[in-house]
């Protein structure tokens, strides 16, 4: 799903597009009701390993708007919404750790695209459409929404362009399948995410991992109809706004999701608790760990181990939150590990601090286990 008016507009209103209705038929097979969406899908890398899909909607079921995912270096994978209620299909459709209801706004003009979405300042430029591009042009409309159609041009869409597919599985049970009609190249691009920049313009390289495919490897906009067959408990979702949302959407975030969420979250409290015992009642701690002789060091490293729980519950709250989280968790967990392991040997700590070692390396285990999750990506791999 991806959408954008033609050459020359700005994204804005437009007639939602209905589901195809199943006709009632005795005895025959109810088919699931499906929604379509009319747009463009730019696909592209930044030498910064940042990868950036925008979805430029001209007709859909909530009307025109765009959206965009980025995966970034190091796996993290976000959408960018308008509304609370597009973010909510999206995100039930693809896979993302961080989700945000921002402003995003789209313009083209001849060639050139501007794109503001929240913290993501994004131009690209197009060029002369190829040989691949006037043959898809010259597919009918009809024809480029049939499923059938899809169906029929996965297999040569992945021998032409790797990675890409026009059909597959999707969230909820979902199923889509993608109708291109024309792809132009992509000659430049400039991108900043929150004021820093994401380098010069690079393949989409290694693939996307929002669902079942990836944007081609070469940046480029494709001109595209999406098909979406909801989800066998979907029932008849028509997409009248407020169906299928999330109680409770906040403005700025639907927020963040995943496993790697759920381990900052816990570790930055273990690390709070921990690091506000001694701070709080010294001789409480005292009493399990040995009295200490330095008791200004003591306050010092319970400050420390606070502040970097508190950082880490902050970041399981941002939208790149999860991967800094990481960051804080594995140092944290693997220092006081290295402390434990070679102080209570020595005899310079208590052996009750092993109990400490046995909690720091089942969080070093559970951080390289999210990881390595996300490295090998999810069985759904990537794309729209």
């Given at each position: 799903m991806y959408g954008s008016g033609p050459p020359g507009h700005a994204a804005r209103s437009a007639s939602p597009s209905s589901p195809d209705s199943p006709r009632p038929n005795s005895g025959a097979v109810t088919r699931r009701p499906r929604v379509r969406f009319d747009g463009w899908i730019a696909g592209m890398g930044t030498s910064s390993g940042t990868r950036i899909v925008l979805g430029h909607w001209q007709r859909s079921p909530f009307g025109a708007f765009c959206d965009v995912m980025l995966e970034r270096a190091d796996g993290a994978r976000l959408l960018l919404a308008p509304t609370c209620e597009t973010a909510d299909f999206i995100s039930g459709t693809y896979v993302f750790d961080?989700?945000?209801?921002?402003?995003?706004?789209?313009?083209?003009?001849?060639d050139a695209w501007t794109v503001t979405?929240?913290?993501?300042?994004l131009r690209f430029t197009t060029g002369r459409r190829g040989l691949l591009g006037f043959a898809l042009r010259a597919v009918p409309g009809a024809l480029a929404r049939s499923p059938a159609w899809s169906a029929l041009t996965d297999r040569p869409a992945r021998l032409l362009l790797p990675g890409v597919r026009t059909r597959g599985s999707a969230g909820r049970g979902r199923r889509e399948w993608y109708g291109a009609r024309d792809l132009l190249p992509i000659r430049a691009v400039s991108a900043v995410y929150g004021g820093a920049d994401l380098g010069a313009m690079a393949p989409v390289e290694p693939p996307v991992r929002f669902g079942f495919g990836s944007a081609?490897?070469?940046?480029?906009?494709?001109?595209?109809?999406?098909?979406?067959?909801?989800?066998?408990?979907?029932?008849?979702?028509?997409?009248?706004?407020g169906r299928n949302l999330r109680k409770g959407c906040p403005l700025s975030r639907i927020g963040v999701r995943g496993p790697a969420h759920t381990l900052a979250v816990a570790h930055g409290a273990f690390n709070i608790v921990g690091g506000l015992w001694p701070l709080l009642h010294l001789r409480s701690f005292e009493w399990v760990f040995g009295p200490k002789t330095d008791v200004w060091l003591q306050m010092t490293t319970g400050g420390l181990l606070a502040s970097a729980g508190v950082a880490q519950l902050a970041a399981a709250g941002?939208?790149?939150?999860?991967?800094?989280?990481?960051?804080?968790?594995?140092?944290?967990a693997v220092t006081l590990l290295a402390v434990d392991l070679v102080y209570v040997p020595k005899r310079r700590i208590r052996p009750t601090y092993l109990l400490d070692a046995a909690m720091q390396t089942g969080w070093?285990?559970?951080?390289?286990?999210?990881?390595?999750?996300?490295?090998?990506?999810?069985?759904?791999?990537s794309r729209r």
């Open positions: 961080t989700v945000r209801v921002v402003p995003v706004e789209v313009s083209v003009t001849h979405a929240g913290p993501l300042d081609p490897r070469n940046p480029s906009v494709t001109r595209v109809t999406t098909t979406v067959e909801l989800g066998p408990d979907e029932g008849a979702w028509a997409g009248v706004p941002d939208a790149q939150g999860p991967a800094h989280a990481r960051r804080i968790g594995l140092g944290t070093t285990a559970a951080w390289l286990r999210s990881s390595f999750a996300r490295s090998t990506g999810d069985v759904r791999s």
